[in-house]
């Protein structure tokens, strides 16, 4: 069965913090994609990134970063100089194992960004 | 490009009551899910539809809940009869192409409230 777990619960930092967000995996199928998805206060699930579980290459978008590490089965966000903006609810998912197209969400982390 | 629109926004019923709620996906979009996120959790899958084909339903209470997609566009999930579990945000997506390499694209959901 495959399982995503968002240990933090919820974040609050003060603006220009450096924030990590993590995300652990698990999954028996040696091809399968991870994501992160941000949920603002209007609900909307607003797609930030995927990675495929062949590409282990870290990412960096602006402020944002991710470390995919098929060791651990980690895939975590970090956001450089925080912004108010950036308070939202954070989702890491799973999905594509097995040739199934569905994704499997973690609980999701609360980031609160403090002016 | 138009995003996923879902109505209604907000729903509030007395247990035992029905309810419907419309999806209408990105033009083209062949993928459908329908999600469903308690508070405080992480999206969880009701039905994916490829097309106006079931794909996956294993995590829908048919006893209760329903979904249809006529002619591979529009889809409606209804829930007949309501109880006070069911209250929740009922997320709709899409995604384009196959295999999975796309994200899937998110409405803003109906958050309903059952009484």
Redesign the interface.
């Known amino acids: 069965a495959q399982k995503?777990t968002q240990a933090q619960t919820e974040i609050s930092v003060v603006e220009k913090e450096d924030v990590t967000l993590d995300c652990v995996y698990e999954t028996r199928d040696t091809t399968y994609?991870l994501?992160w998805?941000k949920q603002p206060p209007?609900?909307?699930?607003?797609?930030l990134i995927?990675r495929?579980s062949f590409d282990e290459q870290n990412e960096i978008s602006g402020r944002y970063s991710w470390n995919f590490q098929k060791s651990t089965s980690s895939f975590n966000f970090t956001i450089t100089a925080s912004q108010v903006v950036d308070s939202a609810v954070y989702?890491c998912?799973l999905?594509?194992g097995g040739g199934?197209?569905?994704?499997?969400?973690?609980?999701?982390t609360k980031l609160t960004v403090n002016p | 490009e138009a995003?996923v629109a879902q109505s209604p926004r907000y729903k509030i019923i007395e247990k035992r009551q029905s309810v419907a709620f419309w999806c209408n996906p990105i033009s083209g979009h062949a993928?459908l899910?329908w999600y469903q996120q308690i508070l405080?959790?992480?999206?969880?899958?009701l039905i994916?539809f490829q097309n106006n084909g079931v794909?996956?339903d294993s995590q829908l209470p048919k006893d209760r809940f329903s979904a249809e997609r006529l002619k591979g566009v529009d889809s409606t999930l209804k829930i007949q009869p309501a109880k006070l579990e069911d209250s929740a945000?009922y997320?709709c997506?899409s995604?384009g192409r196959?295999?999975?390499?796309?994200?899937?694209?998110?409405?803003?959901?109906t958050?309903l409230t059952v009484v």
């Open positions: 995503v994609y994501f998805y209007s609900g909307e699930l607003v797609f995927r495929n989702f998912a999905g594509g199934s197209e569905k994704l499997v969400f973690g609980k999701g | 995003g993928t899910y405080g959790q992480g999206p969880k899958l994916q794909v996956d945000v997320l997506a995604r196959t295999p999975l390499n796309t994200e899937a694209f998110f409405g803003q959901g958050r």
